[in-house]
Nanobody, 124 residues
Framework: QVQLVESGGGLVQAGGSLRLSCAAS????????VGWFRQAPGKEREFVAA????????YYADSVKGRFTISRDNAKNTVFLQMNSLKPEDTAVYYC?????????????????WGQGTQVTVSS
């Protein structure tokens, strides 16, 4: 079983940037896709971005395309989410998750292990 720990969240002004990290322990992430999801208060959890096992394929929600970049360092067993041009509507708890397979999908039920989340708050 793998344990995922997110970090890098915080409070930032609109237009600012944050870099989230998802560090894995207990097992290598290198054979699996990893996704980032977020959940704002009173809203359903939503897909943000995903990356394939090798990093060769990435997927983004339309709402973050062009502003967020997902990447991974398999040697460090870590996945990153670089978030630029942040907006107040990006405020949420951000979760990383390991997929069942090598290629990511937008559906949360295709992910098996989840972290505890990190809070991102964007002020206007």
């Amino acid at each position: 079983q793998v344990q995922l720990v997110e970090s890098g969240g915080g409070l930032v002004q609109a237009g600012g940037s944050l870099r989230l990290s998802c560090a894995a322990s207990g097992r290598t992430l290198s054979n699996y896709a990893v996704g980032w999801f977020r959940q704002a208060p009173g809203k359903e959890r939503e897909f943000v971005a995903a990356i394939s096992w090798s990093g060769g394929s990435t997927y983004y929600a339309d709402s973050v395309k062009g502003r967020f970049t997902i990447s991974r360092d398999n040697a460090k067993n870590t996945v990153f989410l670089q978030m630029n041009s942040l907006k107040p509507e990006d405020t949420a708890v951000y979760y990383c998750a390991q997929g069942y397979s090598r290629y990511g999908t937008v559906a949360s039920n295709n992910y098996v292990y989840w972290g505890q989340g990190t809070q991102v708050t964007v002020s206007s």
